[in-house]
């Protein structure tokens, strides 16, 4: 983040564990962007992989979860989520990768109001990517109502790969979107 973001971006968060400590696995911090090209970074705290004894998937999901509830609690309407805990945190990449989808989700059909359109799911590794995708290919999404349910906003959202170029509309007129980018490893 110092390299991208700017030491602004570090200083923040330094000054942050001082006055308020460090964050547990599952919380976030949100801090300004420094360098980035966005508004702000939502820096979430994943957990160590430890066998998967110690509620790590609970904790993952949670992290994306609260991600998403900060980025829409502030208006946003874009979020870039990261495979959290899938790198030096040693967390199975094809779990974390199901639970940050089905946190993506859960969080898009659930959150009434929201303001997310569109989430990017984001990696500098290849084989993360290709694992998202497949997972996204094989996942349930809500669909239509069936003949015997009534047509509710949550139940047209749908989640799209980036090779999908169509946007699909809810029945209240807005877009959820997942895109699958692969960014440089310089990040």
Same mark, same amino acid.
């Given at each position: 983040m110092d390299v991208k973001g700017g030491s602004e971006v570090t200083e923040?968060?330094? +000054?942050?564990? /001082?006055?308020?400590? /460090?964050?547990?696995?599952?919380?976030?911090?949100? *801090?300004?962007?420094?360098?980035?090209?966005? /508004?702000?970074?939502?820096?979430?705290? %994943?957990? +160590?992989?430890?066998?998967g004894k110690h509620n790590e998937e609970n904790h993952l999901y949670a992290a994306v979860s609260q991600s998403m509830l900060e980025a829409?609690?502030?208006g946003y309407q874009t979020i870039a989520v990261p495979a959290i805990s899938a790198g030096i945190f %040693?967390?199975?990449?094809?779990?974390? $990768?199901?639970?940050?989808?089905?946190?993506?989700r859960d969080f898009l059909t659930d959150a009434s109001g929201t303001c997310l359109k569109d989430v990017y799911v984001v990696d500098n590794d290849p084989e993360v990517i290709n694992s998202f995708e497949t997972s996204l290919k094989s996942m349930t999404l809500?669909?239509?109502?069936?003949?015997? &349910?009534?047509?509710? &906003?949550?139940?047209?959202?749908?989640?799209?790969?980036? /090779?999908?170029?169509?946007?699909?509309?809810?029945?209240? %007129?807005?877009?959820? $979107? $997942?895109?699958?980018?692969?960014?440089? *490893?310089?990040l």
């Amino acid at each position: 983040m110092d390299v991208k973001g700017g030491s602004e971006v570090t200083e923040e968060c330094r +000054m942050r564990v /001082k006055l308020e400590g /460090k964050l547990l696995p599952g919380q976030t911090f949100v *801090s300004r962007p420094g360098r980035l090209p966005c /508004k702000a970074v939502i820096h979430a705290v %994943g957990p +160590m992989w430890r066998g998967g004894k110690h509620n790590e998937e609970n904790h993952l999901y949670a992290a994306v979860s609260q991600s998403m509830l900060e980025a829409s609690q502030r208006g946003y309407q874009t979020i870039a989520v990261p495979a959290i805990s899938a790198g030096i945190f %040693g967390f199975p990449v094809k779990r974390a $990768v199901e639970i940050i989808l089905t946190a993506s989700r859960d969080f898009l059909t659930d959150a009434s109001g929201t303001c997310l359109k569109d989430v990017y799911v984001v990696d500098n590794d290849p084989e993360v990517i290709n694992s998202f995708e497949t997972s996204l290919k094989s996942m349930t999404l809500p669909s239509e109502p069936g003949p015997d &349910e009534e047509p509710h &906003e949550h139940q047209a959202r749908r989640v799209r790969t980036q /090779k999908s170029a169509e946007r699909t509309q809810n029945l209240s %007129g807005e877009f959820t $979107v $997942v895109y699958l980018l692969l960014l440089p *490893s310089v990040l």
